[in-house]
């Protein structure tokens, strides 16, 4: 069997889950082992109403009052009891931040292996190996498991929800966990987002971002001349909101916000995998970079090598004239 | 109070990353060897904490990996502060979070440790495991991606940072194994004392059993493929912000 677990963002299931979906959907026809999705705890009745298209063996439901809100104690024991129940040979979700909060305690306590962040799947006769991205992107992995049961998550993208094979399950079923008050030894408050800031970088059309190769928070109008000469919304990667640089609601990347506007101009970012998920869907890319064998160049429409600090100053001259 | 913090010694981002001819790991004798970022936020959040409590609280450096790697990264982290460190020196390349969790578990049981810190994820290997395999195999609690942290009644409350600006706090009984972000505070630089200090802590040297227990494996190492079309631009300032400026006007036409 394979299984892949859902997620739910906010009431409704999360991006990359559906794209777990089809991940599972082309690993359980590849392999010929049926393909079982499980909706588990949060507005688990709700996510399997919207799942319930998704072509697959099984639709399972896995509810219980201790796990209507998220926890990692909570998840993870439901979990390792289904699992250990169901023995899938893969256990597929998103890379999301819920999956790295819980599914390594699955991993701990029923030991078996978790591999994270996968971004392919390739096939050695009927072992599947698992591309991941390892030293910031510069270089890629590929992982063979040995183990009876595996959980696999995925990183955005990796695989599109628009290759969902819609048709629906065959069967439905209830999964009845067992679960005690005692279980759970955290205590968690309700979501909360930070005070709107009235900038919304996802409908912008056009992108300056700059990273952590303005080297110093002096350097930043140079950026900030450019990004208002072109009409552009400026940007940043993590480091430069760690820093204090810029405000957070300005950061792209998967603690920030996703970003696919028509021009994306990257200033000194190197490009690692965290900034480039909120920002790899951009029409089309340009980033300048000293670093010949910097990561964004992988995923770059055009490519400039040179020092920032010489080019930016005259593109915006130029701009302005 | 006895806090861990768990290190990493990663190469550094200027490093020159190569595939060795093993064909499986990189190069390493042309890597400079430096702190992994989110774990110096990890350290001086559990100094912090240690000076809010100003009682007789611990933070203990943990570090493995061989001794070239991680000997500047461990004294660094007892130049700023820690009260001493353990080495657990391991000249394998294990590469399976799991049995990495369960070398460091054999350490650390016998500490037992209130809270255990370390960075959200390395940035070498990157799969963002360690901190929450050790927690579960010690038998803490957990919580990841920490961007600010409280004591508050014998417990510790965690702002958890989730995705697109959301964020939740959750509050956690000892002992806790609690990842953190980075950008949750402003890692201090050593003092000069704290650098002639260092030389006095104590480091606990121990081997780190071979696991034999990998359970996935790192079979090959490569270069990842572009799938676009890049345009190189590079060349004299002038020539490239033409270049530039040619493609902004007249093939995408946003200026």
């Known amino acids: 069997m394979i299984l892949v677990v859902l997620e739910n963002q906010r009431g409704n299931i999360h991006a990359f889950s559906q794209e777990a979906v089809v991940a599972g959907q082309q690993l359980s026809e590849k392999l010929g082992l049926d393909l079982s999705i499980l909706c588990l705890g949060e507005n688990a009745s709700s996510l399997r109403d919207q799942a319930s298209d998704y072509k697959a063996k099984n639709l399972i439901l896995a509810q219980h009052d201790i796990i209507n809100t998220y926890s990692a104690d909570g998840y993870s024991k439901a979990l390792s009891q289904i699992v250990s129940e169901l023995s899938p040979k893969y256990v597929l979700m998103g890379h999301s931040y819920m999956v790295r909060d819980f599914l390594p305690r699955v991993s701990a306590k029923l030991d078996i292996p978790f591999v994270s962040d996968i971004i392919a799947v390739e096939y050695d006769g009927d072992s599947p190996i698992f591309s991941r991205q390892v030293f910031n992107a510069k270089l890629a992995t590929k992982v063979k498991t040995t183990s009876d049961t595996v959980l696999l998550s995925f990183q955005s993208a990796a695989f599109s929800s628009d290759d969902m094979q819609i048709g629906g399950s065959e069967n439905q079923s209830d999964f009845s966990v067992n679960l005690e008050a005692s279980d759970i030894k955290s205590d968690s408050e309700a979501e909360f987002q930070e005070s709107a800031s009235g900038v919304d970088l996802t409908t912008a059309e056009l992108i300056v971002s700059v990273g952590r190769g303005i080297e110093s928070q002096d350097n930043l109008p140079l950026v900030e001349s450019l990004a208002s000469a072109m009409g552009a919304e400026i940007a940043s990667s993590r480091p430069v909101v760690d820093m204090g640089w810029l405000p957070p609601y300005r950061q792209i990347g998967s603690s920030g916000q996703a970003v696919s506007p028509k021009l994306y101009l990257s200033v000194g970012i190197s490009g690692a995998i965290q900034h480039v998920v909120g920002m790899k869907g951009s029409k089309t890319i340009m980033a300048i970079n000293k670093d010949e064998d910097a990561p964004i160049f992988e995923i770059a429409d055009y490519a400039i090598i040179g020092d920032l600090m010489e080019i930016v100053p005259k593109l915006t001259e130029e701009i302005q004239k | ?255």
Request: no cysteine; aromatic share 6%.
């Open chain 2, 1 to 255: 109070m006895k806090i861990a913090v768990l290190t990493k010694a990663i190469p550094s981002y200027e490093s020159s990353i190569r595939v060795d001819s093993s064909g499986s790991w990189i190069d390493e004798s042309v890597v400079n060897f430096v702190v992994n970022e989110s774990d110096s936020y990890a350290l001086e959040e559990a100094l912090q904490i240690k000076e809010q409590l100003n009682d007789d609280s611990e933070v203990v450096v943990v570090i493995m990996g061989n001794e070239n790697n991680t000997s500047k990264v461990l004294k660094d982290g007892l130049a700023k502060g820690a009260d001493r460190g353990i080495f657990i020196n391991n000249e394998n390349i294990d590469t399976d979070p799991l049995s990495i969790a369960k070398l460091f578990s054999e350490h650390l049981k016998e500490e037992s440790f209130d809270l255990i810190f370390s960075g959200l994820q390395s940035d070498d290997l990157g799969s963002g495991q360690t901190g929450v395999l050790i927690g579960e195999l010690l038998g803490m609690s957990t919580a990841t991606l920490g961007i600010e942290t409280k004591m508050e009644d014998g417990k510790i409350k965690v702002k958890r940072e989730l995705e697109s600006g959301w964020f939740q706090w959750v509050t956690l009984p000892f002992p806790a194994s609690i990842s953190i972000q980075s950008g949750i505070n402003e890692p201090r630089y050593p003092s000069l004392k704290g650098i002639m200090g260092a030389k006095r802590k104590d480091v606990k040297s121990v081997s780190a059993s071979s696991s034999g227990d990998n359970k996935q494996k790192f079979i090959e190492l490569f270069i990842p493929k572009t799938e676009k079309v890049t345009e190189r631009i590079e060349g004299d300032v002038d020539s490239i912000v033409a270049r530039m400026l040619d493609i902004l006007k007249n093939t995408l036409k946003v200026i």
